[in-house]
């Protein structure tokens, strides 16, 4: 009998991107041909060739449906899409989100709020769709790394930068998004941590206290001897004094609030860990004994901005010392 062959269950990674692109694609073409539909074609054809917007919009549309080098692969789980393909989507995606968002204000602002709410349901919502359809599609096109991090098949993701290690090989190859930015030796790459991050995931801690001057030291040495003598003259009773500067007594010329406590200055709070005020950063360094001219190159550097890419940065730097 002849074998049946099964069917695939898994999917692709990146079909659904594509999949998601051309629906909004769709979506937006049976929009527009609706509303010529609804007004004379040939004079929309015309109106449409005298304005930049709509010629924007034909191009936008044509790449958003057709995908010219688009394709979904394994190794590319998170970048379908040509490199130059993704930047124009993300180009014409935030001109029209800006084209929308200003001609829904001139309209909001010409007809009122009232008019506004009357379009919106006239047009089942559309105003209020078509914004959020660029946005989408600006969104899908985000700059992002090639891959999600998995420490145990060494892939690293930090930012939009992509890190691969084969333990073989001792070979580390390095993505920025979908351009592959160079291959090297493990042995030769090292994670430099910036002002502000830390390997161990907490922000650099601020500067050291300064010692107290010797000024204040002194003064604090001579309240505590002036206080001392005071108990003595206390238990030895009136006759016995102690030496004040122009007679005045000893207990007289101890400050109300000298004590060594409040003469030193107050300790700022500790700020909570990996809270500080910028982003902390990294950097990739390349430093190659056998390539003349290489030495402390740096091959990517990039921002922290998430706890995801801060554990990537401690595996890869433990990686990295490994090898």
């Known amino acids: 009998m002849a074998r049946t062959r099964p069917t695939p269950t898994a999917t692709v990674p990146g079909a659904g991107t594509l999949f998601a692109l051309r629906a909004i694609g769709l979506v937006i073409l049976a929009r527009w041909l609706h509303s010529m539909a609804q007004m004379n074609f040939l004079a929309a054809l015309e109106a449409m060739a005298s304005s930049p917007a709509a010629c924007l919009n034909l191009v936008f549309l044509f790449l958003l449906i057709v995908l010219p080098g688009a394709k979904a692969r394994v190794e590319r789980p998170f970048h379908p899409l040509p490199q130059w393909l993704r930047q124009a989507l993300r180009f014409f995606g935030v001109l029209g989100f800006l084209f929308a968002i200003g001609s829904i204000g001139m309209y909001v602002w010409s007809a009122g709020w009232r008019s506004t709410i009357r379009a919106v349901a006239d047009t089942n919502g559309w105003l209020v769709a078509a914004p959020a359809l660029y946005a989408a599609v600006v969104w899908i096109c985000r700059p992002r ?179």
């Open 145 to 323: 790394a090639l891959w999600r991090s998995n420490f145990a098949a060494r892939r690293f993701a930090i930012g939009r930068f992509a890190v691969s290690i084969d333990a073989a090989t001792r070979t580390t190859v390095v993505w920025q998004e979908s351009r592959k930015v160079g291959q090297y030796d493990a042995r030769e790459l090292a994670v430099r941590w910036l002002a502000g991050a830390s390997p161990g995931g907490v922000s650099a801690p601020g500067p050291a206290l300064l010692p107290a001057p010797a000024g204040m030291q002194a003064g604090v040495t001579e309240t505590g001897d002036a206080v001392a003598a005071t108990g003595v003259a206390d238990i030895a009773g009136p006759d016995v004094s102690t030496d004040a500067p122009d007679g005045a007594s000893a207990q007289g010329s101890v400050p109300p609030a000298a004590t060594p406590a409040a003469a030193a200055p107050a300790a700022p709070a500790a700020a909570p860990a990996g809270k500080s005020g910028r982003q902390p950063k990294i950097e990739l360094l390349w430093d190659s004994p056998a390539a003349a001219g290489h030495n402390r190159q740096t091959v990517f550097r990039a921002r922290l901005a998430s706890e995801g890419d801060r554990a990537a940065a401690r595996a890869l730097d433990a990686a990295l010392k490994q090898a």
